[in-house]
């Protein structure tokens, strides 16, 4: 069963179009992460939930910005997405605290023509 | 100095040999380590967490040395089904996970 939920799988967006990223967990996990992957590189952690606690990475561009609804839910916003900005973004998951696990989800790989 | 600096590989293996993946840390406030595994175009998944005391999960070893900064992932009696990138994850904060690069291996038949 499907714990970490990333839609869509695959995303096309044009150059300057806004475009979100969602992604759902089964966990009933405290905190949830946005991750940004590109080729060969590591995940860069660009913010993450604590509940509704928002931590922004000092790093991330005011470009991405994220909404977290409730538990389950937690959004990627990129206002105005450029070349640059093509990526694998990935969702996680954890409890919380020391130690503990982070799950990912299949995460969405962002086109930007 | 990056947070977390790994091996860059790549590691090209046949199938058998043992295999050993080195990962520094710059934070010595860390408390919590992890070995993740990457397969192409997937997402990461836990490989195993990383105890002072060092731990063995089947032909997997992972070790802890906290003066030097340091751990380690030794694979034995490498399969093909190995083949993957290997993450190490330090903690900045409780929450806060930092990933290296990542170290490649390929085992070959």
């Known amino acids: 069963d499907a714990m970490v939920i990333q839609n869509p799988r695959y995303q096309v967006t044009q150059f300057g179009k806004p475009v979100t990223l969602s992604c759902s967990q089964t966990l009933n996990h405290n905190v949830m992460y946005w991750y940004q992957q590109k080729s060969s590189q590591a995940p860069k952690l660009l913010f993450h939930y604590y509940d509704k606690d928002f931590n922004n990475e000092a790093d991330t561009p005011d470009n991405f910005q994220s909404r977290r609804p409730n538990t389950s839910f937690c959004f990627l916003d990129i206002r105005s997405p450029g070349l640059g900005d093509a990526a694998m973004y990935l969702c996680?998951?954890?409890?919380?605290?020391?130690?503990?696990?982070?799950?990912f989800g299949p995460g969405t790989r962002l086109l930007v023509l | 100095r990056k947070e977390v600096e790994q091996d860059p590989g790549p590691f090209n293996v046949p199938e058998g040999a043992t295999v050993a993946f080195n990962c520094t840390y710059s934070?010595?406030?860390?408390?919590?380590f992890f070995w993740y595994r990457q397969d192409c175009r997937k997402e990461p998944k836990l490989l195993m967490s990383?105890?002072?005391s060092g731990n063995e999960d089947g032909r997997f070893t992972a070790q802890l040395n906290r003066a030097s900064q340091y751990i380690s992932l030794l694979i034995r009696d490498s399969k093909l089904s190995d083949s993957a990138t290997y993450l190490c994850?330090?903690?900045?904060?409780?929450?806060?996970?930092?990933f290296g690069a990542g170290t490649r291996l390929t085992v070959k038949p």
């Open positions: 990383v105890y002072s």
């Open positions: 996680a998951t954890s409890r919380g605290g020391e130690g503990e696990t982070q799950y």
């Open positions: 994850v330090v903690n900045k904060g409780a929450n806060d996970m930092r």
């Open positions: 934070n010595s406030a860390s408390q919590s």
